[in-house]
């Protein structure tokens, strides 16, 4: 999943999100799993820490679990943030083993 994830700034977000397996890249059987979603600064992407996030979010439902599919909703809040060129994970987490971690780009738009 290295998809590019284009927001305006300060308004509302959803998209579908497809969680692959990071060896085999093929769709990561989400099924009773939490994706765990963070935005932030070139640079901290690979930290272990995510307290450096700029935008989080906490996916415990899914609609297409066993394809990895989950929908990722922001609100205007959420994405009220210094518009610039951010990075995005997607982490999965099982007794605190990190087992999957998907990353992209997240573009964060002025709103004219």
Do not use: W
């Amino acid at each position: 999943m290295a998809t590019e994830l284009k927001i305006k700034r300060g308004t509302i977000f959803s998209a579908t999100l497809t969680i692959t397996n990071t060896v085999t890249g093929l769709p990561y059987d989400i099924t009773g799993k939490t994706v765990f979603f963070t935005v932030k600064k070139a640079g901290e992407h690979n930290a272990t820490d995510d307290s450096t996030y700029i935008i989080k979010k906490d996916i415990a439902v899914h609609f297409a679990p066993t394809l990895g599919q989950t929908t990722l909703t922001l609100t205007a809040t959420d994405t009220l943030v210094n518009a610039g060129t951010y990075v995005y994970d997607c982490k999965i987490y099982v007794a605190g083993t990190n087992l999957n971690t998907n990353t992209g780009v997240c573009i964060i738009e002025d709103t004219v």
